[in-house]
């Protein structure tokens, strides 16, 4: 299995807090997600990393911001939570699709982030 | 956007065989992944297409017409444990780095 860790694992906070979840991976994979899973929605983009420093937007950004200052790190930033943000986050690695091998992900254990 | 569709839900009998089928837009994507998500746990690389055909490993199989843009995976001889969300996402064209992902089949599988 991939090395790829979340934390927390668990947390509930009040609308209006700020609240940054973090992915760990021990696997020096270039390209690193973050996800939210929903009922009814299924697996939906938030934001992506491509590098140190390099980050783009997915589908769901709104809201949500990311950092990525190490290989192995990727932070998710909810600058001020709302009760539409309680959702399962997942992070995700890849090495990326180069070289002709196919971008297959690999998932987190997620959070489960609930804002009251 | 670029949709990804298939069944909401499907049942099954232990032992049986079943197919989930996955529909999408032929212009926006490559290739096609399949994955497993357990109750409560991550999603689990099953299978990948980029060519036309039949993939087979094990007990399962992943087809891919990209004229048609359908992709089905088939499962044999299912177990009470098969029971999970089956999840289609395909490669978009405009790059390799990012997935989309269908809604996912929840699949149960009784006795």
């Known amino acids: 299995d991939a090395g790829i860790t979340q934390s927390p694992r668990h947390k509930v906070t009040e609308t209006g807090t700020p609240v940054t979840l973090r992915c760990h991976q021990t696997?020096?994979?270039?390209?690193m997600y973050w996800y939210r899973q929903d009922p009814g929605h299924g697996l939906r983009l938030i934001h992506y990393s491509y590098g140190v420093k390099d980050t783009d937007k997915g589908e769901v950004s709104d809201g949500y911001s990311v950092s990525r200052s190490k290989t192995e790190d990727f932070l998710l930033t909810l600058e001020s939570a709302t009760s539409s943000q309680t959702s399962v986050y997942f992070c995700?690695?890849?090495?990326?699709?180069?070289?002709?091998?196919?971008?297959?992900?690999?998932f987190g254990p997620g959070t489960r982030l609930t804002v009251l | 956007g670029q949709n990804i569709d298939q069944p909401t839900e499907m049942t099954a009998t232990e032992g049986a065989i079943v197919q989930i089928n996955c529909t999408y837009q032929t212009s926006g994507f490559n290739g096609l992944f399949w994955y497993q998500q357990h109750a409560g746990e991550a999603p689990t690389f099953l299978s990948y297409?980029?060519?036309?055909g039949l993939e087979e490993k094990g007990r399962f199989s992943s087809f891919l017409s990209r004229s048609k843009g359908y992709s089905y995976l088939l499962l044999k001889e299912l177990q009470m444990k098969d029971s999970a969300s089956y999840l289609c996402a395909g490669e978009p064209n405009s790059g390799y780095s990012t997935l989309t992902f269908g809604k996912g089949t929840m699949l149960l599988v009784s006795p």
């Open positions: 297409n980029v060519l036309d």
């Open positions: 696997e020096n994979h270039r390209y």
């Open positions: 995700a690695i890849s090495e990326g699709g180069e070289g002709g091998d196919y971008n297959e992900q690999f």
